[in-house]
């Protein structure tokens, strides 16, 4: 029997203006939890697109159990039982769970489907591997936690054993990432093998068994776990020591920049309200974190603040201007920057250009149009600014259309725009979703800067190390309501914890600064 279940031998990969996989070599054990290492644009997600077929490769060779084989397309791959679960989910919205499981390969009888069969599959492996899903529940109703579980069982429907993991958990709460720890621990523990891209060093340090690291392209290293740190891995991922502490002076706050009073929001799943009588301030020179796990009010919150959706109840004050009828466009001439949730929806128009794209919010400003023409060699220089202050990494630089790009650097992306628009009210939804420790430690400069500068930051977020690190206040919203504010410097994540799972909350219901 071979040594490795899949080989990549000098893989090599190129797209216009970039080589994304540069003679690439790794191997992968049975049963072994294989993570893949690297930046934002290293080429992690282009070297799995190769094995599962989404991509050809200009060089190199693909074995499996040590024969050569040939992966045209993800069908080829499924016949070779390679399985991916993408960054971005390949779901059907307006199909059931059930239907988007089994899509390609429904079991039939004759011209009729036989769905019975199917569906007590599914429920086979859902109880095996402990992904509880309703296989009747409607995929754009259902968590990104369910969506993911849903992913997953895909695969394990399709028989796969050998399983692709793009970045598994860049969209799920702390407790979700400890229930898809588990669940790969116990997909490897059966004989099945796993390749597992992250940016998340502790992540890799908790399940993995070896890792390989790619850095622009070319592969650094593969290392065991067991013999190595978190620091040597960052350092082998970006090239320099990476520093994992925010570094931040005690903040020295000015005036109340966003007077939230008595907000309530509807849910568009239930009849209740998603966000029910919220009141808080930001002032300036301060970030305020609302924690929370995913699902208890913060997307409807942050969605009626910067006016996605609108509240049933209550007052949003920017700056002393009352912005609770204002348009999206005049709250953001108001002062208001916007890193959103979701960067695919709500942050990037995906067929522009990388330099459309971070004009979006000041083409309409003087010096970027004269009597209603755009200035583009305006544009152009302004992108090429923020490209370069922000390192986003395209294959072709400001014309690069934003689709093509890897998540990290879209993110980047989005981030530099917002920022750069040197707003008075920061609202940073995840900011750093999606990006290596190397990005992550220059955004969390960029907002600390902003709060020295005066700027009020409102950050949202799921990291619970982000949520420890990086704000001066901390509000945990549960169900839609405020139930504790704390110091990030007096409280255990073990006490946060409890407060976010509604174990615990602080009398008064709203919260005041």
């Not at 259902?142 to 394990?156: A, D, H, P, S, W």
């Not at 939230?260 to 919220?278: C, D, I, M, R």
């Not at 004050?317 to 929806?345: F, N, V, W, Y």
């Amino acid at each position: 029997m071979a040594d490795y279940v899949i080989e990549m031998l000098n893989i090599t990969k190129e797209f216009p203006g970039i080589k994304a996989n540069d003679d690439i070599t790794l191997q992968l054990k049975k049963g072994e939890i294989h993570a893949l290492l690297g930046e934002n644009g290293a080429g992690k997600s282009t070297l799995m697109s190769v094995l599962f077929g989404l991509y050809q490769p200009d060089g190199g060779a693909i074995k499996k159990d040590g024969v050569e084989v040939q992966i045209r397309n993800p069908n080829d791959a499924t016949t070779l039982h390679i399985g991916m679960v993408h960054q971005h989910f390949k779901l059907v919205e307006v199909f059931s769970v059930l239907d988007n499981i089994i899509l390609g390969v429904e079991p039939t009888n004759g011209p009729f489907l036989k769905k019975d069969e199917a569906r007590k599959k599914v429920l086979e492996l859902s109880e095996k591997y402990g992904l509880r899903v309703d296989p009747d529940a409607m995929v754009e109703d259902i968590t990104v936690g369910m969506q993911q579980r849903t992913e997953i069982l895909k695969m394990l429907y399709r028989d796969n054993d050998i399983l692709i993991f793009d970045e598994p958990t860049a969209v799920l709460t702390p407790q979700e990432i400890d229930e898809l720890m588990e669940i790969m621990r116990s997909l490897a523990a059966e004989g099945k093998s796993i390749l597992f891209i992250t940016h998340k060093l502790q992540e890799i340090m908790a399940v993995a068994d070896r890792c390989t690291v790619l850095r622009k392209g070319q592969c650094i290293g593969t290392v065991n776990i067991q013999d190595t740190t978190r620091e040597e891995l960052s350092r082998m991922m970006v090239g320099r020591d990476v520093q994992f502490a925010v570094d931040k002076v005690p903040a020295k706050t000015g005036d109340v920049v966003l007077d939230v009073q008595n907000v309530t929001v509807p849910s568009h799943l239930h009849k209740n309200n998603a966000v029910k009588n919220v009141s808080f301030q930001v002032h300036a020179g301060e970030i305020v974190c609302i924690a929370g796990i995913d699902g208890n009010g913060q997307t409807e919150f942050v969605g009626a603040l910067t006016g996605l959706e609108k509240q049933s109840a209550g007052t949003f004050t920017l700056c002393g201007k009352d912005i609770g009828r204002a348009t999206i466009r005049q709250r953001s001439k108001d002062g208001m920057s916007h890193i959103p949730e979701d960067r695919h929806k709500h942050g990037l128009v995906l067929d522009y250009t990388l330099e459309q794209n971070l004009a979006l919010q000041r083409y309409w400003q003087l010096g970027f149009q004269h009597n209603g023409f755009i200035r583009f060699e305006a544009v152009r220089t302004y992108a090429e600014k923020l490209i370069d202050q922000y390192d986003i990494r395209s294959g072709q630089g400001p014309v690069t259309v934003a689709r093509s790009m890897s998540g990290g650097n879209q993110q980047k992306a989005i981030v530099a725009r917002e920022i750069d628009k040197d707003p008075e009210l920061l609202v940073a939804v995840q900011p750093t979703r999606g990006l290596d420790v190397g990005a992550i430690e220059y955004i969390h400069k960029r907002i600390v800067a902003e709060r020295d500068a005066g700027k009020a930051v409102l950050l949202i977020s799921l990291e619970l190390e982000e949520v420890m690190s990086l704000p001066d206040r901390i509000l945990v919203m549960y169900e839609g309501e405020i139930v504790g504010e704390f110091d990030p410097g007096q409280v255990s994540v073990q006490e946060l914890g409890l407060y976010m799972a509604g174990a615990k909350r602080q009398e008064g219901g709203t919260v005041h600064a």
